[in-house]
């Protein structure tokens, strides 16, 4: 036996439990440890073994840093079936969640017990996999097809008493597992038949293919979602001992392809993203209560953030009818999830009860933080927090949520700098799961921990950043934008670009993008930047032409295309393409035309050049930090990775060869990283 798996024999019945934290991983000490607990039960003749597992939660999926390294007897799908075969009925006590090489393991037990409010589920796909060990091959046999599409394909997840109804488990607990388990064996039912050896419910001739059209639109280019429904198709066709190894070849040869090493670095990003080196050695403060100032959509989503994270919230805003106007926006945050589900009335009356609203700066004494969420002004901003700092303690926490400014200069003057902060959230805010947190000057160690511990709380993935304009996502945003502009001034059209983009696997291009979200606050930053713009960089007018002529995207009517009222569809308008010919007739350009991996190789060549210089600039503590930002907050497409992950992939060869395109096309308007000279 190993340390990780121990076997105890109470009565005539073995108790085998995997201790393995912190999610109990089927590593191969593991697997190891459990093929010696079936030989030890047969040969002590028990007449029933009880799989639990020690810690919060049974086993969480198998040990993904041993992927890419050869395989490790004995392997997984052995010791599941040697578990199946055994002559001594195996009954598996759930607890926590229940993923991967955990549901398979359940699966292969002749029992199946959890506990109230265990969650399961069959995520390989997210790391751009099948599952390996007979989970697409068991699980169809178990809870039928239709049930189990949306859990391989998607990664979602189904709760204990969906399960039950389904026929998954034999039973569900409140209490202790191994309590629960030892009551069921001691009074066994008549042992069913092995999962494997079940049939599979069939289901309608067209099902499989509808299934991959609908999953393949959404799976903008990801891979794994198809290759699970070809695995579950495996088990309609096939007995188990054909599917199984088929099953096996295929999670084995995914495990090599580039979009499953681009998820799992991804995996491991966000579990190395909220652990910069600038907040090693520091605790977080305890956080019970912020104010928020402002009540417009940004400030009601990190409102209702906050709430969800079990926070107290005082919303600040100007006059009465603005406040009521925020309270609402709130409420209405709440109301929806009660609609769709995601709160029960009790806890919706719970948010509201922990919700107030002020016109007075003093509701915010005794807070422990603030966070501001008003117009992207200085002088407002600053007027903002003069008043915080006025009413608050000299060591409670402020923080701006500014997108672009100075967060030095927004606080310039105030009392104890070590307790400024910015927190950059993403709108909408209580959707978005980016959170960039910058670090000024003379922010402590524990404030920023603080940031991050608020961030957990409220389910983001936060990001370290230092200061500069637009910080780490907005800063390649702006350059992605003006390579795209360049793209158009030399021939491409707006449309080009975008299908370009998406065919990248974006949920949008950059002009669809900015329609939704609105030309004028794009317009607003480059007005700003106006005056200290290099006289020699190239500037492209085509987008302030369009505001001024109040084309400023969707809610107007018009922007890059223009939309009709009975739906958002972009359509090509030929004022713009009118427009874009005017103005490069007038600087005397001629057009060329881009072919859709020259566009997107161009525009990724600068987005990867800009997240470099972030991060040799110290902006970004990491690379991974800018595939972060730009996976969480972007849109970029995760199973590449992210852009610094990206390079790795396709060479830094192709990178630079598509940024001299991007120098030539535009001298003297791009600083070159020195990862690309």
């Not at 209702?304 to 100007?318: D, M, N, P, S, W």
């Not at 958002?568 to 060329?592: C, H, W, Y």
């Not at 997107?600 to 050049?609: F, G, M, S």
Request: net charge negative; charged share 25%; proline share 5%.
């Amino acid at each position: 036996m190993t340390f990780l798996v121990s076997v105890r024999i109470q009565d005539d019945i073995a108790v085998v439990t995997i201790d393995n934290p912190p999610v109990n991983a089927t590593g191969a000490k593991v697997r190891s440890g459990l093929s010696e607990a079936v030989q030890l039960c047969e040969q002590e003749e028990v007449r029933a073994a009880v799989i639990v597992c020690a810690g919060r939660t049974f086993v969480a999926g198998g040990d993904i840093s041993e992927f890419g390294k050869p395989p490790v007897e004995p392997h997984l799908p052995d010791v599941y079936q040697i578990i199946e075969d055994s002559p001594i009925p195996w009954i598996a006590a759930m607890h926590g969640t229940v993923l991967g090489g955990g549901f398979e393991l359940a699966m292969a037990c002749a029992f199946r017990l959890a506990r109230t409010g265990t969650r399961f589920g069959l995520p390989e796909v997210n790391v751009g996999l099948i599952p390996g060990a007979g989970g697409s091959q068991r699980l169809p046999r178990l809870i039928g097809v239709e049930a189990s599409l949306p859990l391989v394909t998607t990664g979602a997840m189904i709760g204990a008493s969906e399960l039950l109804e389904l026929g998954g488990l034999d039973g569900v607990f409140d209490g202790d597992p191994l309590e629960a388990a030892l009551v069921f064996a001691r009074s066994l039912p008549p042992r069913p038949a092995p999962v494997s050896l079940r049939d599979v419910a069939p289901v309608a001739d067209s099902f499989f293919d509808e299934a991959r059209t609908k999953t393949t639109a959404k799976a903008r280019g990801q891979e794994s979602p198809v290759h699970n429904i070809d695995a579950l198709e495996w088990a309609t066709a096939l007995p188990f001992s054909e599917g199984q190894l088929k099953e096996r070849a295929l999670h084995m040869e995914l495990r090599e392809t580039p979009q499953s090493r681009a998820l799992r670095h991804a995996f491991f990003a966000e579990r190395q993203v909220s652990k910069p080196a600038a907040i090693a050695a520091a605790a977080p403060r305890r956080i019970t209560r912020i104010a928020v100032v402002g009540g417009g959509l940004m400030g009601a989503g990190i409102a209702f953030a906050a709430l969800q994270a079990g926070l107290k919230v005082t919303l600040i805003e100007r006059d009465q009818e603005a406040a009521q106007e925020g309270r609402t926006r709130i409420t209405g945050l709440i109301e929806g999830g009660v609609r769709r589900g995601k709160l029960s009335p009790e806890k919706a009356a719970e948010l509201e009860a922990k919700l107030n609203d002020s016109t007075d700066y003093s509701a915010a004494a005794g807070a422990d933080l603030a966070i501001e969420a008003v117009f992207e002004d200085m002088g407002v901003k600053q007027a903002v927090f003069r008043s915080l700092a006025a009413v608050m303690d000299e060591d409670a926490i402020l923080a701006t949520n500014t997108s672009y400014l100075d967060p030095t200069e927004i606080m310039q003057g105030i009392t104890n700098p070590t307790r400024c902060i910015g927190l950059h959230f993403f709108s909408p805010a209580h959707i978005m799961k980016l959170l960039e947190i910058i670090r000024l000057p003379g922010t402590s160690a524990e404030v920023i921990a603080t940031g991050f511990d608020l961030g957990k709380r409220m389910r983001k993935v936060s990001v370290l950043s230092g200061i500069c304009d637009g910080f780490i996502g907005n800063r390649i945003l702006a350059a992605y934008r003006r390579q795209a502009d360049y793209l158009l001034m030399d021939g491409a059209t707006p449309a080009e670009v975008d299908a370009a983009m998406r065919g990248f696997g974006m949920p949008m291009g950059p002009y669809e993008l900015q329609d939704l979200t609105g030309l004028q606050i794009a317009w607003a930053n480059r007005k700003r930047l106006a005056a200290s713009r290099d006289p020699k960089e190239r500037y492209v007018e085509i987008g302030d032409r369009l505001c001024e002529g109040g084309r400023l995207g969707q809610r107007s009517g018009k922007g890059w295309y223009r939309y009709e009222e009975s739906n958002r569809k972009p359509l090509t308008d030929n004022f713009v393409s009118d427009l874009i010919v005017k103005l490069q007739d007038e600087a005397g350009i001629t057009r060329q035309s881009f072919s859709a991996g020259e566009i997107t190789d161009r525009i990724l060549a600068v987005i990867i050049n800009e997240g470099a210089l972030i991060v040799e600039e110290g902006i970004a503590e990491r690379a991974l930090d800018v595939d972060m930002v730009m996976i969480h907050g972007y849109g970029f497409p995760r199973w590449r990775g992210g852009p610094m992950n990206y390079t790795n992939e396709i060479g830094l060869d192709r990178v630079k060869a598509a940024m001299d395109a991007v120098q030539a096309q535009s001298p003297d308007s791009w600083q070159r990283s020195q990862l690309l000279t």
